[in-house]
């Protein structure tokens, strides 16, 4: 079944310009942000719409 599978990783709720992999690595602006990461998934042969799951977030001290 043909699917996608996308990552957007969020800091403080606002995409982070390139972070689209499923891994994040940390950087100085994420310092006392909250970071979540946004996972899209669609599977063409069902014809329904994609789902969007949001991680919780996660707090860097």
């Known amino acids: 079944m043909p699917t996608d599978v996308g990552f957007r990783w969020e800091r403080n709720?606002?995409?982070i310009t390139g972070a689209t992999a499923a891994t994040?690595?940390?950087a100085a602006?994420?310092?006392g942000a909250k970071i979540t990461v946004r996972t899209l998934?669609?599977?063409y042969a069902t014809g329904l719409p994609g789902v969007?799951?949001?991680s919780a977030p996660i707090g860097i001290g």
């Open 13 to 15: 709720g606002v995409g």
């Open 41 to 43: 998934v669609k599977v």
């Open 24 to 26: 994040y690595k940390l």
């Open 52 to 54: 969007s799951i949001v």
């Open 29 to 31: 602006a994420d310092k």
